[in-house]
């Protein structure tokens, strides 16, 4: 089976299979509605419904609804079965802290029992996709803008910015 790539942005979650020259198989909203019930259970006018926003400026916020964005995607569009699993590279942002490293390789394999797990920077996935191991990539996106350069497949993480600006704060 071939490794699902999943780059989950702040508006946008997009996921497919790691073949080269195809594009992303599944491109879906990241914001989610939450159904949230009164504790008595009798009456329907108690029911609320709440939007949620796992992803915040890039980074991941709230890991419920992660899990089960997550959860969706490879069982629901992919077609995993489980107890067959594969492997998953995950495109994490800029600057990502590690405490989110750490919960998201933990949320892969004992939640998901993924066989394999990787998280590479965006920056450098962006200039595999054209062919390329070094250059100077932008990625701008709904809630933030990174500017990165990459040598030989490693960012230079002296000489990179995060701008906490992107589409949102365009379009608000």
Request: hydrophobic fraction near 45%; include cysteine.
């Amino acid at each position: 089976m071939e490794a699902v790539v999943v780059d989950a942005g702040s508006k946008l979650l997009k996921a497919g299979f790691a073949s080269p020259d195809q594009d992303p198989a599944l491109i879906m909203p990241t914001k989610m509605k939450h159904v949230v019930e009164d504790g008595d259970g009798g009456d329907a006018s108690m029911i609320e419904e709440v939007t949620v926003d796992p992803v915040v400026r890039g980074f991941i916020r709230d890991w419920d609804a992660m899990e089960d964005l997550l959860r969706h995607v490879p069982y629901t569009d992919l077609g995993w079965e489980v107890g067959d699993e594969g492997q998953i590279l995950f495109a994490k942002p800029l600057f990502t802290p590690k405490a989110i490293r750490e919960q998201l390789v933990q949320l892969m394999f004992e939640t998901f029992n993924v066989s394999g797990f990787y998280a590479s920077e965006q920056a450098v996935l962006s200039l595999y996709a054209v062919g390329r191991i070094s250059g100077c990539t932008v990625d701008i996106g709904h809630g933030k803008i990174d500017i990165a350069p990459v040598c030989e497949g490693a960012v230079q993480h002296i000489a990179s910015k995060r701008f906490q600006i992107g589409g949102i704060d365009l379009t608000n």
